[in-house]
């Protein structure tokens, strides 16, 4: 019984210590991986391996660039891929874990009502902070 | 049992206050299967969400506390969630009425939490039974090694600890859980009580 209750005092502290030295090599990734590119006086803090990979083949396209809270596991984030492929004008859709970001590829015909979307993100369980677009010539 | 009292109370005011969570119910629409079996039952649960606040389901077991199969027509609400930017807390009214009548039912709290790296998570089960009525309750606390990409299988370790009051003995138990797109799996296995599998598909 000691071993368990050790185990189990001893797990979050690990874990703790895991997180912050993640957060540590993320911070210093931040400034070498992420995107901070600006648009109409918009900053959009992206990945950008994996930006430049969502947008190559893209034309005459618009990127909801959605933060989002709570979208902290692969399987919550299974529901909003669900919902914006139903989406018309939709063209492509990409989930960042690690930054709580969701890129939605739409044809640029397409309005991107933001109250549309915060509904679509509450109904899967998260909460949207902010919205920004980004246009693709 | 002092002490056995004491850690469940910590790690429960933990869980309680700063996180709990489990997906009981997925997003507007979503429909999930599962199949679960542990020392108590073997049972194939189907659960559809008309809202990410509750949802509905049929569930087929084995009881194996009272050697019968029978269904549950079972309801579970999403009584409070807390979004922040890296965690989602989540706390859970569960209930379920048999095929066998309406006074064979059971009622239960589930909760959790979770970050990218952390899981933390409580169940707690009244079952009005045929023969004898009992209580069930586990924690489990996990870790992520690795921080996945979406799309990538995720791994977590958990330690599970579960007792019910038909034995009224406390078993603790590793837990390997595994996330692939729509797929999870958690497989458990104790010394005393054999296997617990329990497979989910959401859809």
Known sequence: MKKIIISLLLLPSLALAGELEHDMHHNHDKHENHLHEM?????????KEKFNKFVSGLSN???????????????CARGIEKTFKKDVGY???????????VLIAYDMSVFIDKSDVEKKILSNGQNLVDMQILSIP | MGIRVCVLSLILTFASTTMLGARPVSYTGGSTMMYFSDNLKESVYYHYSPSYKYSLGLEWLKDKVQNENYAYLRYTHLLNRKNTQNSQ???????GISSEGIDRNFIGMHGDWETRRLFTGFGLKHVQADVKDYTK????????????DYGDLHTWFLIKTKTNSLTNEWNSYPVLKLFKGNFMVELGYDENDEWDAHLMYRF
């Open chain 1, 39 to 47: 648009v109409d006086g918009q900053e959009f803090q992206l990945d």
């Open chain 1, 61 to 75: 396209a618009q990127i909801a660039v959605l933060s989002l809270q709570g979208m902290v596991c692969d399987f």
């Open chain 1, 91 to 101: 063209l492509n859709i990409d989930v960042d874990l690690s930054l709580g970001k």
């Open chain 2, 89 to 95: 807390r989540n706390l859970y009214f569960q209930s």
């Open chain 2, 137 to 148: 309750k586990y924690i489990q606390l996990g870790i992520a090694p690795y921080l996945g």
